[in-house]
């Protein structure tokens, strides 16, 4: 393949190149003169087959990212007013605010890797390391031409500079990205699968002593010793402060919680958003100077609780905050395992000393250092800046109560709460597990009450999650299931063993798979 390339810095003349790459590494690193980049831009032909698929990996875990065909296009946010999209910071969730989305037939565009895929056949391009900025990968089927740029615009270089550090191959889906990770030094950090309870999905924020306690001991009547028990979100007085439980909720604070559960033989899990804090919430109040600021204003996240900010991680006393939580989390109340959910939110934003990457992933390892040897559930984190550095992460988006959510929500950002989605990321980042860190695809549903899901769709979730996922999770009261469902939770930890699990994705989407002798096939629509 001939790759052609153009570097830019600001007032100087173009660099152009270009490069034979037949597989492996393709490293452009040239020698610079001190200047600001402007652009990185490399193109490289590739000519698809009639029915061949594309994926293009989503910017952060919740973002919606099936294959597509020749004829489809990354969609952008619907047809809203800006002041609208502003209002409920729709762009804020995902990549829209610094990537175009030009909507056009056969244009699509991810992060970090893509794939085209022939039946069987993988030709994998993905990128080696982002630290010197996202690898925005572009697909135009008109022009059978991938473009490939660096998002490092306005990174002040001199010398040697990795505009482009790129892994190519081509194969089967295990051969190409076993090689990609072998070729990044990547591993998980542990092996060891989850299976327990998540307290957010049925009760939400509305959480209490009193409910977990109850949840607990159903809980008891199912799950295994050293099983997860997590506490999601609704335990803190407001979002952004940590230190103290609501204690109109949690009288005896969540030592006492960690504890409970630890006699009950479970790991104790809980929630934090480490990186923000909402509006009205006592850190928001007392501290306007640790926020993140963006032409003079705090960086706007997101609608979630009212509305919240990103905190400033290059702020000396945001940085001693959080070591005083995770210090508190861990080592007072003596919790195993946080979900640190809605991380993009530290880096939306580079300098001219560092990319919007390399900030993500400075957030990241600070996150693992703060942890030590405890383990961190990712969730809402730009995909590859995660690898390797948490233990189990979310790779789809949130799922919902019902199939795909109403009409007007389907047109809001790739981010939404979805179960429909949350299966197809689900199933199309099934390489990540086992080899970037164990996937979390979201919970599954066995109850009958509170829930739209019909039992058909329920099953196709179920066993989804158990086929690809590294955490098999629930939000269920287990002393209410039935006969049958605990038959059926019984057969989704046996689904873990199944061999020749195989995805069908030419002609709609199903997974056929080999357990105890038997084929099964789940569909989904």
Not at 94 to 121: A, I, K, L, M
Not at 177 to 201: C, E, I
Not at 422 to 435: H, K, S, V, Y
């Amino acid at each position: 393949m001939l790759v052609r390339y153009e570097i830019r810095l600001r007032g100087e003349e173009p660099l152009r190149g270009q490069e034979e790459w037949s597989g492996g590494r393709l490293l452009i690193a040239p020698e610079l003169p001190e200047g600001v980049v402007e652009s990185v831009t490399a193109t490289v032909k590739v000519p698809l087959n009639e029915d061949e698929k594309i994926f293009m990996n989503g910017f952060q875990t919740w973002t919606y990212c099936p294959e597509y065909t020749r004829a489809g296009f990354t969609r952008d946010i619907g047809p809203f007013p800006e002041r609208l999209i502003a209002h409920y910071g729709l762009r804020a969730y995902g990549d829209s605010y610094f990537v175009p989305y030009p909507q056009q037939t056969g244009v699509t565009h991810g992060e970090s890797w893509c794939y085209f895929r022939n039946g069987e056949d993988f030709r994998l391009f993905a990128s080696l390391d982002e630290e010197p900025g996202y690898t925005l990968f572009c697909n135009n089927t008109a022009l059978d031409t991938l473009t490939i740029r660096r998002d490092c615009e306005g990174l002040r270089v001199k010398g040697a500079f990795h505009a482009l550090d790129l892994f190519y191959a081509q194969g089967t889906e295990d051969a190409v990205f076993d090689a990609w990770f072998a070729a990044m030094g990547v591993k998980p950090r542990t092996t060891r699968p989850l299976a327990g309870y998540s307290s957010w999905y049925n009760r939400y924020e509305d959480i209490s002593q009193q409910s977990i306690l109850s949840d607990l001991e159903g809980c008891r009547t199912m799950l295994q010793p050293g099983d997860l028990f997590q506490i999601d979100d609704g335990w803190e007085p407001a979002v952004g402060d940590w230190l103290e439980p609501d204690y109109l909720k949690f009288p005896d604070g969540m030592g006492a919680a960690a504890r409970t559960i630890h006699e009950s033989g479970f790991l104790a899990g809980l929630w934090l958003a480490p990186f923000v804090a909402k509006k009205g919430s006592r850190v928001w109040k007392e501290h306007p100077d640790w926020f993140l600021k963006v032409e003079g204003k705090p960086w706007y996240c997101g609608i979630n609780w009212g509305g919240f900010y990103s905190l400033d991680i290059d702020n000396p006393q945001v940085i001693a905050y959080l070591e005083r939580v995770f210090d508190q989390v861990f080592h007072k109340w003596g919790y195993d395992l946080v979900k640190l959910d809605f991380l993009y939110a530290a880096a939306p934003f580079g300098s001219d000393r560092e990319t919007r990457a390399g900030r993500m992933i400075r957030a990241m390892k600070l996150l693992r250092r703060l942890c030590g040897d405890k383990l961190i559930l990712g969730c809402g984190v730009p995909v590859m800046p995660a690898f390797g550095l948490v233990d189990y992460c979310r790779i789809s988006c949130d799922v919902g109560l019902d199939w795909d959510d109403t009409r007007l929500m389907q047109q809001t950002h790739r981010e939404r709460v979805s179960t429909r989605q949350a299966i197809g990321n689900t199933i199309f980042r099934r390489q990540l597990n086992g080899r970037a860190y164990l996937s979390d695809p979201d919970v599954f549903f066995l109850r009958e009450e509170n829930l739209k899901l019909s039992p058909e769709q329920k099953h196709a979730l179920a066993t989804v999650n158990s086929l690809f996922g590294g955490v098999l999770l629930h939000s269920d009261d287990m002393a209410k299931w039935t006969d049958e469902a605990k038959a059926a939770y019984r057969q989704l930890l046996r689904n873990r063993e199944a061999t020749n699990v195989k995805v069908h994705a030419d002609h709609g989407l199903s997974v056929t798979y080999e357990l105890d002798g038997e084929s099964h096939r789940v569909v989904i629509e």
